[in-house]
């Protein structure tokens, strides 16, 4: 992209801002939700391979980025330069193998250099920075990256295998304990107990699936999109015989989802 061209873009943006009523109205937080939306977009086309759909979508993230500076700078918080001026230096800063003198033997190295770097600028903790807001399974695997990244981590992956097995046998006490006092006066505390087990259990898989060098909030999305085809096929099938899919039952489902799970377009 040339200067020229990121100049009229702004522009662009500048004016709508001016002459759109709807565009006048927002504002950093009314639109926070879309640009979300906008960022999960550009990661549904990169997982899609869908080049075209791609070029498109992060046009849709620059447009909030310059969106979101054009309301910052209209209340004197900051403008774009600034934006640019600070992931300029953050960048040059933070790669001191690159803009200096350092020197790193692989993608390891540097990412340890990255945390201590991030520290010295006066950062609490090596957690911080994992947005609140992220999903909790990318969450747990950022925030797991990020320990490992000091030295907090297992050292061998059967040991954290035995850590999902602990917790998930953990998880059945609790539920198995409940199951037994359906009238106790501690179902609450109970409640509480299980969903706790619960998330050990799936902060215990994501840290195995991090050894397994496997993304875990990938590997669901992509479950969930299996199933969404899977089901769909399900319910194409039952509505052929002439029924709704309410009006069906587990066995006639079962075996249309056995039927498709055959199929190597649902696989």
Request: charged share 35%.
């Amino acid at each position: 992209m040339t200067e020229t061209k990121f100049t009229d873009f702004v522009q662009i943006v500048k004016r709508l801002r001016k002459e759109c009523p709807w565009d006048k109205e927002q504002t950093n937080d009314s639109i926070k939700a879309n640009t979300i939306e906008e960022a999960y977009e550009v990661v549904e086309a990169i997982d899609n391979k869908n080049y075209d759909e791609l070029r498109k979508e992060l046009g849709d993230l620059l447009l909030h980025v310059v969106f979101h500076t054009q309301i910052a700078e209209e209340d004197n918080h900051f403008n774009i330069d600034d934006v640019i001026d600070s992931i300029q230096e953050k960048l040059i800063r933070r790669h001191p193998h690159v803009f200096g003198e350092v020197k790193v033997s692989d993608s390891n190295e540097v990412k340890k250099n990255w945390e201590e770097i991030k520290l010295s600028e006066g950062r609490d903790s090596v957690l911080d920075g994992v947005p609140f807001n992220l999903p909790a399974l990318q969450r747990a695997h950022r925030l797991q990256e990020k320990a490992a990244k000091v030295g907090f981590d297992w050292e061998k992956k059967e040991d954290v295998w035995k850590k999902v097995i602990e917790e998930i046998e953990e998880m059945h006490e609790i539920e198995n304990f409940k199951s037994q006092k359906p009238n106790s006066k501690n179902q609450e505390e109970l409640n509480l107990k299980l969903e706790k087990e619960v998330g050990d259990v799936f902060f215990a898989l994501v840290n195995y699936a991090r050894f397994l060098n496997i993304n875990p909030e990938d590997a669901l999305r992509r479950t969930n999109e299996k199933f969404i085809n899977r089901f769909n096929y399900v319910q194409k099938k039952v509505k052929e015989t002439g029924k709704a899919i309410n009006e069906s039952n587990l066995e006639e489902m079962d075996k249309f989802w056995n039927e498709c799970k055959k199929l190597p377009e649902f696989n």
